[in-house]
């Protein structure tokens, strides 16, 4: 028996669809998905699912074929993967009208 820690990837992904969505209805989308993704963030148009790295490329080909959301038509676009939360939210979602950070300051401090 392998006493290994699973390792993790975070797939972040934006929606374009002709509203923003609740997080009810992504969450519905994912359950028909295979691997099972977990959803970790969403947010309107944008959010970050989690599957382990044996299956990172099967979840981002899932995310892809969803065509439907809500009754709506969709297009999923995968916009990067990373092996943390931190480093997938700060590289792939973040926020336009954040003020930019200087540079060597360490937020998390």
Do not use: C, W
Request: hydrophobic share 30%; glycine share 8%.
């Amino acid at each position: 028996m392998s006493t290994r820690r699973p390792r993790y990837r975070y797939i972040a992904f934006r929606l374009e669809g002709p509203r923003p969505f609740r997080r009810d209805e992504v969450l519905e989308a994912l359950r028909t998905t295979t691997p099972r993704l977990r959803l970790v963030d969403f947010a309107g148009t944008s959010g970050l699912v989690q599957t382990n790295h044996l299956d990172k490329d099967a979840a981002i080909h899932a995310l892809t074929a969803i065509g439907t959301m809500g009754g709506e038509r969709v297009r999923v676009t995968t916009v990067g993967t990373s092996g943390t939360i931190r480093a997938a939210t700060r590289k792939y979602l973040s926020r336009v009208d954040s003020p930019p950070r200087e540079p060597g300051k360490n937020p998390y401090k």
